[in-house]
């Protein structure tokens, strides 16, 4: 089992939809999470943290479930520019600072 | 300026040669990484350094090996290059102060290498 797993997607919404990603971590020992998205053959960007108590900056909304070991990515009122690959990172276990990430799920957003 | 830049930005090259990718910050930080990026797989780590003193292996440093010559360069290279190691390579950084739950990793424009 993949410890960061992502729907690859892609997700093909129109302008103004609003759309929300999952992926699920093995190691229920992770401490942090992150969303960082990246553009065709670009290099991945911080796009947010992801607190315990949920998170939001803009029409983009980030929800931790401990419990279930998921984390989510709510995208409102999408953007053609929001068209991208977005991918779901926590931190390892063996080292706080070492990253793993998910292979990312992709967003298509259509006119 | 790029905070990291990485250079060459496309290589291609054949099996056997010896390859060495290099990565230059000017963030200031302490920690680096090199990853590999393959379709489908996602990023995985290689190697990386918490300081010029500190080197460690990732998930998958079989074949390559890396040199922290300053706090600003971290270099991969791959003595022997084979076809499977085609792929995007990405170093970043992080800052050494940085809390668990906000660190950040800033990434260079990437590597794209071919080994024909």
């Known amino acids: 089992r993949k410890e960061v797993e992502q729907d690859p997607g892609p997700f093909n919404v129109p302008e103004g939809a609003t759309v929300a990603f999952n992926c699920t971590y093995s190691?229920?020992?992770?401490?942090?999470f992150f969303w960082y998205r990246q553009d065709c053959r670009k290099e991945p960007k911080l796009l947010m943290s992801?607190?315990?108590s949920g998170n939001e900056d803009g029409r983009f909304t980030a929800q931790l479930n401990r419990a279930s070991q998921y984390i989510s990515l709510l995208i409102r009122d999408s953007k053609l520019s929001d068209s991208a690959t977005y991918l779901c990172?926590?931190?390892?276990?063996?080292?706080?600072?070492?990253?793993?990430f998910g292979s990312g799920t992709r967003l298509l957003v259509r006119p | 300026d790029a905070d990291v830049t990485q250079t060459p930005r496309n290589r291609i090259t054949k099996t056997g040669k010896r390859i060495m990718l290099e990565c230059s910050q000017t963030?200031?930080?302490?920690?680096m990484y090199w990853y590999r990026q393959d379709p489908g797989l996602g990023l995985r780590l290689i190697y990386y350094?918490?300081?010029?003193?500190?080197?460690n292996k990732g998930e998958i440093s079989d074949g390559y090996s890396v040199s922290r010559q300053a706090q600003a360069k971290f270099s991969l290279s791959l003595e022997s290059a084979i076809p499977n190691q085609t792929a995007l390579y990405f170093c970043?950084?992080?800052?050494?102060?940085?809390?668990?739950?906000?660190?950040?990793?800033?990434f260079g424009p990437g590597t794209r290498l071919t080994v024909l």
């Open positions: 963030k200031g930080h302490d920690r």
């Open positions: 970043a950084t992080s800052d050494l102060t940085a809390s668990v739950s906000t660190d950040t990793q800033y």
């Open positions: 990172v926590v931190n390892s276990v063996d080292s706080s600072y070492k990253l793993i």
């Open positions: 190691n229920s020992a992770s401490q942090s």
């Open positions: 992801v607190y315990s």
């Open positions: 350094s918490f300081d010029v003193k500190d080197i």
